[in-house]
């Protein structure tokens, strides 16, 4: 192989990697769509649901129920009540920073911590340490509560094996992988609930540059107040 050669094959590896480090620099600034998770919020939901059924309920159905509450507020107000992300597991979908505080895995110890104070599980159900705490709810809107009640009434007497079902259905469920899934966990992106919810592609991207601007603002005053 002559000279010409191998400086032709270099510069083509070269421009190759500065399309791949170009390619890498458009998805991180494209980014997914989230929402900000709110521990201390979260903490006082499932400590609402939990008092509502008694101090106790399987962990596998309250993801259930929290994963169908998000979806039916984010179709109405464009908005989740959690604030966390999803993943499709073959038992449906999942709410990751929930999923792994109910496991005692969370990766930031004063999440756990907070979460671990408050409640404690139990073979396959997750209980209150004090049933008759005095959490408030002031971090949840009106709206909110009214959907969760409305998903808790709904589903009280089926137990999680029905909700595992119920979010493997096809038609009310299409986002949810859970065929793909088998024994890992895979991605579930809000912008796939979205479309799944009918919403377009410009009106994703204009609830993404909105929900971006929120999280900067909470973060901000967040950041002022502390």
């Not at 101090?55 to 929290?66: A, E, M, Q, R």
């Not at 929930?98 to 997750?126: M, R, S």
Request: charge should be negative; charged fraction near 30%.
């Amino acid at each position: 192989m002559t000279l010409r050669n191998i400086l032709t094959k270099l510069r083509t590896y070269i421009q190759c990697l500065i399309n791949i480090i170009h390619f890498c620099n458009v998805l991180k600034g494209a980014g997914m769509l989230s929402f900000r998770f709110d521990i201390k919020k979260i903490i006082q939901i499932v400590n609402y649901l939990l008092k509502i059924n008694g101090g106790s309920i399987n962990y596998t159905k309250l993801v259930k129920l929290l994963y169908i509450a998000d979806k039916e507020f984010l179709r109405k107000w464009d908005y989740t009540i959690t604030g966390d992300s999803y993943a499709s597991l073959y038992r449906g979908p999942i709410l990751s920073e929930v999923y792994d505080l109910l496991k005692g895995k969370n990766e930031d110890e004063i999440k756990q911590l907070y979460w671990d104070n408050l409640f404690y599980t139990a073979g396959y159900d997750l209980h209150l340490v004090q049933k008759n705490n005095n959490l408030p709810i002031d971090r949840l809107c009106d709206a909110e509560i009214e959907t969760l009640v409305k998903v808790d009434t709904e589903f009280k007497d089926k137990d999680y094996s029905y909700l595992i079902e119920h979010t493997h259905d096809k038609n009310l469920f299409p986002e949810v992988k859970w065929e793909e899934a088998k024994d890992s966990s895979i991605n579930l992106p809000v912008e796939d609930i979205l479309i799944a919810l009918g919403r377009t592609d410009v009106e994703i991207k204009n609830l993404k540059e909105e929900i971006e601007l929120q999280n900067k603002e909470s973060e901000f005053f967040s950041e002022c107040c502390s």
